[in-house]
């Protein structure tokens, strides 16, 4: 059962995913892609992670993405937990992993409201 969730974080887009890549440390980290250039930052990263709960393995893919110099946008995406082709049911796995990313941003005190 997919999950997304996107903000606004006020702080610059490298020291926003310098940030998430500390505190996201205990999740294993698939892949990561980042472009940088001029004026633009974006950075492509793809977690993995068993959850018992829903007898499975989830994928989390976060996009980091400059909006100006002091604004970034985040958005974070869970989905492959459901177990079995018939039931799109996860017990909430899917939503636990899609918004841990965004409370560890939120702990930090940057979103916009």
Known sequence: MPATYEIVVRA???????????????????SQDIFEGKEKFIAVTLYEQYFFRAKNRAALMVIVESQGPAETRVKSVSCGSSEGILFNFDWGAADAFASEPIKVLQERDQIEE
Do not use: F, M, N, T
């Open 12 to 30: 610059g887009a490298k020291e926003v995913q310098e940030y998430l890549d500390d505190r996201l440390s205990h999740i294993e980290r698939v």
